[in-house]
């Protein structure tokens, strides 16, 4: 079976797409994952899957749990609570535990 060609490829992709009602950026994540343009395919939901999430939420869910949060553009990753504790109070740098003493 011959390999398929670049505009074969941009093809199927632009097609499922179209039939998922990707925006760009969720089908910049589909790819990040490995999916292909099949399996997006396959897992349009019908009628009768209720339970279903669509498509384009699905991918999304999937890229946060692989990767973590939501996607920055370029920018390095960084929690919003990076030096504080659990109460949400900065660490002190004698304990670490942002209780003052």
């Given amino acids: 079976m011959a390999k398929p060609s670049k505009a074969a490829k941009k093809e199927r992709w632009a097609e499922a797409q179209r039939r998922?009602?990707?925006s760009d950026e969720t089908?910049?994540?589909a790819k990040e994952l490995g999916l292909?343009?099949?399996s997006l395919i396959k897992n349009i939901p019908?009628?009768?899957q209720q339970w279903k999430a669509p498509v384009e939420e699905w991918v999304r869910d999937l890229h946060r749990r692989r990767f973590g949060g939501t996607p920055r553009h370029g920018k390095a990753t960084s929690s919003p609570n990076d030096g504080a504790n659990a109460s949400g109070?900065?660490?002190t740098a004698a304990t670490?535990?942002?209780q003052p003493e």
């Fill in 20 to 22: 998922c009602r990707l």
């Fill in 27 to 29: 089908l910049r994540m």
């Fill in 36 to 38: 292909n343009p099949r």
């Fill in 46 to 48: 019908s009628p009768t």
């Fill in 89 to 91: 109070q900065p660490r």
């Fill in 96 to 98: 670490g535990t942002g």
